[in-house]
């Protein structure tokens, strides 16, 4: 076990007992945390931290050397070592009170992101037009009712019988195919539409009426 990991423990120890929370016990950890992963890319032998394999490997890490860090706090101190040069930079630009303030992976992450302009505000929520409601016209006519000869009842009846289903959908279904099984059918059931009277011109109304 390697200095590193031992004084990562140790100030991890000291950040679950309350003794002190110092920026300099999490950056301890932090650095533990590092070895711990890449020793887990090696078990698992992948170049990248992601994956079951590594999953499985980083978790037993952590539980064999006690770091039971929630799942946000590690990835942001990872993060935040993976970015410790311009991390320390920032934090030395805080007067003493704002760093004693600033010593969580939370508080640090947030703080160096929002200093560096990449917390982004939420964008606004555009509001959606309503969608245009769709008015059906009125017919000029109205609607035709259609007539059903007896030969089409029969036939529904009849694939309703062969087809012996207590499924109404299934019966309601043949019955609408055997009385109606094309488009030439159906234009047969609709009676030719009523023309509107042609209307004469006023010259040719006049000379009828002289």
Not at 176 to 185: F, H, N, Q, S, Y
């Amino acid at each position: 076990m390697t200095d590193t990991i031992i004084q990562g423990r140790a100030a991890w120890g000291r950040i679950k007992d309350r003794e002190r929370a110092t920026w300099d016990d999490w950056r301890a950890v932090g650095g533990a945390l590092i070895i711990g992963r890449q020793r887990a890319m090696q078990t698992a032998q992948t170049n990248r931290p992601v994956g079951t394999a590594y999953n499985r490997a980083m978790g037993h890490w952590l539980d064999s050397n006690g770091f039971d860090l929630t799942a946000q706090e590690r990835h942001k101190l990872v993060e935040i070592m993976t970015n410790l040069q311009a991390v320390e930079q920032w934090r030395s630009t805080l007067n003493e009170a704002q760093r004693r303030r600033c010593n969580s992976p939370s508080a640090v992450w947030s703080g160096w992101r929002r200093a560096i302009g990449q917390m982004k505000p939420a964008p606004k929520r555009e509001s959606v037009p309503p969608a245009p409601v769709h008015v059906v016209p009125k017919p000029k006519y109205p609607p035709r009712r259609v007539h059903f000869p007896q030969h089409m009842i029969r036939a529904a009846a009849t694939a309703m019988y062969e087809r012996r289903s207590m499924d109404y959908v299934i019966l309601a279904r043949v019955a609408l195919e055997a009385a109606i099984p094309d488009e030439l059918v159906l234009a047969e059931l609709l009676p030719a539409p009523k023309s509107a009277p042609i209307k004469k011109p006023a010259a040719e109304e006049a000379l009828a009426a002289a």
